[in-house]
């Protein structure tokens, strides 16, 4: 992959991301511009596509990332994002309130996490039955999840979410954040998603946190998001969150 192609592949990215609408080489060149024509980025995107990054979901559209490209992405290309400091006081402030009100910590977390990110957030511990969930209706509105079939699978899944989480935690060996894109999720059933995970240890065990949402998913922003809240929980605040991030 030459540079100008990871250009476009990290162009496209951020597009999709954007508008969850497949990419062509016209709308590259107007919102980018790139000082080659459209027919070379035309040529430069069936490269990517015969290397496996981008494909196109129908003759006449434009090109969306394989998982292939967005893993390529998020491995060459996104590099570390520090959440804003706008967030950071705002989580600073309203865990500070929970635990000065001795509120159910993980309801409230739960609320704040679906607040920041606009989507589904759910939460839990893993030592202890409880297990919380806000934002659905975000989630179910989303472009990707519109077709029926896809929506009941979705749902039935994220249903159960609560009895899968040894699995997600037994796929984190290193205690470091991890991403995981498509097929490569550890929730069977939900290839179209991907999944930001840390583990983090607290004062009543070890916990983990989690961004699930569909691939067209702001990564940088979610896993900056994961490890500053994994900070302030810390030792401190004793619960496992699972937030489920599709895009808007």
């Known amino acids: 992959m030459n540079t100008r192609q990871r250009q476009i592949l990290s162009a496209v990215v951020e597009l999709y991301t954007q508008t969850a609408l497949p990419v062509g080489s016209q709308v590259l060149l107007e919102r980018f511009q790139f000082p080659v024509s459209s027919a070379t980025l ?17 003759v006449s559209a ?14 060459e290309m996104m590099g570390d994002e520090d959440l804003s400091r706008e ?19 993980g309801r409230s977390t ?10 589904l957030a759910v939460s839990g511990l893993i030592d202890k039955d409880e297990f919380y969930d806000f934002g659905m209706k975000e989630l179910m509105e989303k472009p990707e ?31 470091e954040t ?9 929730i069977k059933g939900i290839s179209n998603c991907s999944m930001v995970v840390a ?16 691939k067209r998913m702001d990564y940088a922003k979610n896993k900056s998001l994961i490890e500053y809240m ?10 496992l969150v699972v937030v489920m991030v599709p895009f808007s």
């Open 42 to 58: 035309r040529n430069d995107m069936v490269a990517l596509e015969e290397a496996g990054y981008l494909y196109q979901p129908h």
């Open 62 to 75: 434009g090109r969306i990332p394989t998982d292939a490209g967005y893993r390529f992405y998020v491995e």
């Open 87 to 105: 967030d950071q006081r705002r989580l600073q402030k309203e865990l500070l309130m929970m635990k000065a009100k001795q509120a159910r910590l």
């Open 110 to 119: 739960t609320k704040l996490l679906s607040a920041l990110s606009g989507n």
């Open 145 to 175: 999840f519109q077709e029926i079939d896809e929506l009941c699978r979705l749902v039935e899944t994220l249903d159960s979410l609560d009895e899968r989480l040894d699995t997600i935690f037994a796929k984190l060996g290193n205690g």
């Open 178 to 186: 991890q991403i995981f894109i498509g097929d490569e999720n550890p």
């Open 199 to 214: 583990p983090y240890q607290s004062s009543e065990g070890q916990g983990i946190l989690a961004i699930i949402g569909p």
């Open 230 to 239: 994994k900070k302030l929980l810390g030792s401190s605040l004793p619960v």
